[in-house]
Nanobody, 123 residues
Protein backbone atom coordinates (compact mmCIF):
# COMPACT_ATOMS: atom_id res chain seq x y z
CA UNK A 1 0.00 0.00 0.00
CA UNK A 2 1.29 3.44 -0.95
CA UNK A 3 -0.18 6.54 0.68
CA UNK A 4 0.16 9.76 -1.29
CA UNK A 5 -0.39 13.22 0.15
CA UNK A 6 -0.48 16.29 -2.06
CA UNK A 7 0.20 19.84 -0.93
CA UNK A 8 0.91 23.26 -2.34
CA UNK A 9 -2.39 24.11 -3.97
CA UNK A 10 -4.02 27.48 -3.61
CA UNK A 11 -5.48 30.55 -5.25
CA UNK A 12 -3.24 32.44 -7.68
CA UNK A 13 -3.62 34.91 -10.50
CA UNK A 14 -3.15 34.20 -14.17
CA UNK A 15 0.53 34.26 -15.05
CA UNK A 16 1.64 33.23 -11.57
CA UNK A 17 3.56 30.12 -10.62
CA UNK A 18 2.82 27.38 -8.11
CA UNK A 19 4.64 24.25 -7.03
CA UNK A 20 2.76 21.18 -5.94
CA UNK A 21 4.33 18.44 -3.85
CA UNK A 22 3.31 14.87 -3.30
CA UNK A 23 4.90 12.81 -0.57
CA UNK A 24 4.64 9.03 -0.55
CA UNK A 25 4.68 6.67 2.38
CA UNK A 26 6.37 3.79 0.59
CA UNK A 27 9.98 2.90 1.34
CA UNK A 28 10.06 1.68 -2.26
CA UNK A 29 9.05 5.06 -3.67
CA UNK A 30 11.94 5.02 -6.14
CA UNK A 31 10.49 1.93 -7.81
CA UNK A 32 7.35 3.77 -8.95
CA UNK A 33 6.55 5.93 -11.91
CA UNK A 34 4.76 9.01 -10.60
CA UNK A 35 2.11 11.03 -12.36
CA UNK A 36 0.00 14.12 -11.92
CA UNK A 37 -3.58 14.36 -13.11
CA UNK A 38 -6.23 17.04 -12.72
CA UNK A 39 -9.98 17.28 -12.74
CA UNK A 40 -11.94 20.45 -13.32
CA UNK A 41 -15.60 20.77 -12.28
CA UNK A 42 -17.84 18.94 -14.71
CA UNK A 43 -14.92 17.49 -16.64
CA UNK A 44 -13.14 14.18 -16.76
CA UNK A 45 -9.84 13.67 -15.01
CA UNK A 46 -6.96 14.33 -17.37
CA UNK A 47 -3.26 13.62 -17.53
CA UNK A 48 -0.85 16.41 -16.64
CA UNK A 49 2.61 14.90 -16.28
CA UNK A 50 4.52 11.73 -15.49
CA UNK A 51 8.07 10.85 -14.50
CA UNK A 52 9.78 7.50 -14.44
CA UNK A 53 11.52 5.97 -11.44
CA UNK A 54 14.88 7.60 -12.07
CA UNK A 55 13.60 10.98 -13.17
CA UNK A 56 15.25 10.49 -16.54
CA UNK A 57 12.02 10.18 -18.48
CA UNK A 58 9.05 12.53 -18.45
CA UNK A 59 5.80 12.86 -20.34
CA UNK A 60 3.45 15.84 -20.79
CA UNK A 61 0.38 16.61 -22.83
CA UNK A 62 0.56 19.56 -25.23
CA UNK A 63 -1.71 21.62 -22.98
CA UNK A 64 1.00 22.02 -20.31
CA UNK A 65 4.22 21.31 -22.20
CA UNK A 66 6.68 24.16 -21.71
CA UNK A 67 4.77 25.51 -18.69
CA UNK A 68 4.75 22.59 -16.24
CA UNK A 69 7.73 20.58 -15.04
CA UNK A 70 7.58 17.34 -13.08
CA UNK A 71 10.53 16.28 -10.95
CA UNK A 72 11.22 13.93 -8.08
CA UNK A 73 13.49 13.55 -5.10
CA UNK A 74 13.69 9.86 -4.24
CA UNK A 75 15.58 10.58 -1.04
CA UNK A 76 12.57 12.56 0.18
CA UNK A 77 9.91 10.26 -1.30
CA UNK A 78 8.49 13.32 -3.04
CA UNK A 79 7.40 14.27 -6.52
CA UNK A 80 6.89 17.86 -7.55
CA UNK A 81 4.92 19.71 -10.19
CA UNK A 82 6.22 23.16 -10.99
CA UNK A 83 3.51 25.14 -12.75
CA UNK A 84 4.42 28.38 -14.48
CA UNK A 85 2.40 30.85 -16.55
CA UNK A 86 -0.79 29.55 -15.03
CA UNK A 87 -4.05 30.10 -16.86
CA UNK A 88 -7.65 30.10 -15.60
CA UNK A 89 -8.19 26.85 -17.51
CA UNK A 90 -5.59 25.22 -15.25
CA UNK A 91 -8.09 25.49 -12.40
CA UNK A 92 -8.75 21.98 -11.09
CA UNK A 93 -8.13 19.53 -8.32
CA UNK A 94 -4.68 18.08 -8.89
CA UNK A 95 -3.96 14.48 -7.99
CA UNK A 96 -0.71 12.60 -7.82
CA UNK A 97 -0.60 8.90 -8.58
CA UNK A 98 1.86 6.02 -8.52
CA UNK A 99 2.31 3.38 -11.17
CA UNK A 100 4.40 0.24 -11.41
CA UNK A 101 4.69 0.79 -15.16
CA UNK A 102 6.12 3.35 -17.52
CA UNK A 103 5.49 7.10 -17.56
CA UNK A 104 2.18 6.83 -19.33
CA UNK A 105 -0.85 9.15 -19.55
CA UNK A 106 -3.20 6.18 -19.11
CA UNK A 107 -5.00 6.53 -15.79
CA UNK A 108 -5.69 2.84 -15.36
CA UNK A 109 -1.93 2.24 -15.16
CA UNK A 110 -1.78 4.12 -11.87
CA UNK A 111 -2.60 2.00 -8.88
CA UNK A 112 -2.33 4.48 -6.03
CA UNK A 113 -3.88 7.95 -5.80
CA UNK A 114 -3.75 10.87 -3.45
CA UNK A 115 -6.73 12.86 -2.25
CA UNK A 116 -5.97 15.89 -4.38
CA UNK A 117 -5.16 19.55 -3.86
CA UNK A 118 -7.17 22.43 -5.25
CA UNK A 119 -5.55 24.89 -7.65
CA UNK A 120 -7.57 27.96 -8.59
CA UNK A 121 -6.30 30.47 -11.13
CA UNK A 122 -8.15 33.76 -11.33
CA UNK A 123 -8.15 35.91 -14.46
Amino acid sequence: QVLLVESGGGLVQAGDSLRLSCTASARTFSWYTMGWFRQAPGKEREFVAAINWSGGGTNYPDSVKGRFTISRDNAKNTVYLQMNSLKPEDTAVYYCAASEGIATPIMSSYRYWGQGTQVTVSS
